[in-house]
Nanobody, 124 residues
Framework: VQLQASGGGLVQAGGSRRLSCAAS??????????VGWFRQVPGNPREFVAA????????YYADSVKGRFTMSRDNAKNTVTLQMNSLKPEDTAVYYC????????????????WGQGTQVTVSS
């Protein structure tokens, strides 16, 4: 399973940004039940942002982004998106998408498959 994250960039506080994660690989449909987004600031551990179940589309969010971020998936395109609204400077981080077969522990940063990360910088 390969994951490709994109969509990062510079945005002003209060603005919006949409991240995408494209998944590919011959074993994707057999090995992925959940896709998650994490973020990391240098010197800090990787932090859970959101996750979505591939089959039912159930979503889970960190309290820090609830109400501002929305995660969705397109099963036909094997793509998930993270719509980020009302961005704050503290949302600045490298954002990673991750995936594996889990159906619980969505916020635990021990997913099997990881994308390369995309930088989001929110200026005040």
């Amino acid at each position: 399973v390969q994951l490709q994250a994109s969509g990062g960039g510079l945005v002003q506080a209060g603005g919006s940004r949409r991240l995408s994660c494209a998944a590919s690989g011959p074993t994707f449909s057999n090995n992925v039940y959940t896709v998650g987004w994490f973020r990391q600031v240098p010197g800090n551990p990787r932090e859970f942002v959101a996750a979505i179940s591939w089959i039912g589309g159930y979503t889970y969010y960190a309290d820090s982004v609830k109400g501002r971020f929305t995660m969705s998936r397109d099963n036909a395109k094997n793509t998930v998106t993270l719509q980020m609204n009302s961005l704050k400077p503290e949302d600045t981080a490298v954002y990673y998408c991750a995936a594996d077969q889990r159906s619980a522990r969505y916020s635990s940063p021990d997913y099997v498959y990881w994308g390369q990360g995309t930088q989001v910088t929110v200026s005040s």
